[in-house]
């Protein structure tokens, strides 16, 4: 029993480590790292917005793109085949604004039935600019300086801006664990970008250079899954020296968080399966953490259990929340998410849970993606 509990001892320190370069080393980058403000470039952009079914969100969300302050722009709307009056209202506000909007209308195909990443290479090809920026037609851009904000980032080498798509403050707890969770992914992907191995971007928020889309022939590689049309991409195409983030509050999108807890599960389960596409370090880094996160929480047990060492696990437990809290208390300040941090050790064992929840579901079967 001794050298059982010895050999967890060591285990457990060595889990401790590993959360301590993740937090203070990784995720450092991003958390106490200086936001970068840059000029606008008003550089020619085209916004790219796939809807299917979203007659309500196109109502309250268009007219927001369209009060952009930017010069060189147009708007890009891709009706996939949508069953309601999606294509109709897209139409009204285009001829109120015929050099402004265009519509793209993609028809159901067998071959790409329910493919989104069919109709958004079909709305890319359309676009007539020379830079993309992307979101979905369920985001709404936090001010009017959003495309401004996003594309002041581009240079001649930064071809890819990452953004960050947030989620409205609704009360509930699943409103503050969803966003806790969406703090956390972005954390993640802001800071492996600023090390110089960016792994994914967000579909409600990320840009980048129209010619990189064609140079990897698009989503070729991965059209049959019909997920991954943001990570899946630019975990192919982009790389340290092209891609940059933008972290500034004004080039924010916002959407509402899934209302239910079993509609977010199921996003959940879409984007872990899309994740084991990932190149072999991305899955590795990513799974290394989530592991060593589970770990942490597992292992005391029986050393607290049967008070073995328990002064050194107590301390051990106290500094890795105070590391951890401190990194994503940073994060959550430049993306304005405060308010979950009061919930942090909550919320993260939750979130730990679910994981577990959602990688167990997807390995008897296979979540549903596109509308």
Known sequence: MELFLLIIFYFFISIVLIQTVYYLFIFGKFSFGKNEKNAPKHIPVSVIVCAKNEEKNIKK???????????????????????????????????????????????????????????????????????????????????????????????LHKTFVLGYGAYEKEPGFLNKLIRFETLLTATQYFSWAKIGRPYMGVGRNLAYKKDEFFKVNGFIHHMKLRSGDDDLFINEAANGEKTTISTNPEG?????????????????????????????????????????????????????????????????IAFRYLISWLSLGFSAGKLEEKDVMYWYPILEIILILTQINVFIKNIFSKPYTWK
């Open 61 to 155: 969300n268009l007219p927001l793109l369209i009060k952009q302050n930017y010069q060189n722009f147009e708007i890009v709307v891709i009706d996939d085949a949508s069953s309601d009056d999606t294509r109709d209202l897209i139409e009204e506000y285009q001829a109120k604004y015929p050099t402004l909007i265009k519509l793209v209308k993609v028809e159901n195909n067998e071959a790409f039935w329910g493919n989104k990443k069919f109709a958004l290479t079909l709305g890319i090809k359309a676009a007539s600019k020379e830079y993309l920026l992307l979101t979905d037609a369920d985001c709404y851009p936090s001010s009017e300086n959003w495309i401004a904000e996003m594309t002041s980032h581009f240079t």
């Open 252 to 316: 924010f999108t916002y959407s509402k968080a899934k209302e239910s807890f079993g509609n977010w599960i199921m996003q959940k389960r879409r984007h872990v399966s899309t994740a084991k596409h990932y190149k072999v370090f991305d899955k590795f880094q990513l799974g290394l953490f989530f592991l060593s996160q589970f770990l942490f929480f597992i292992l005391p047990i029986p050393l607290l259990a049967l008070q073995y060492q328990w002064i050194i696990i107590l301390a051990l």
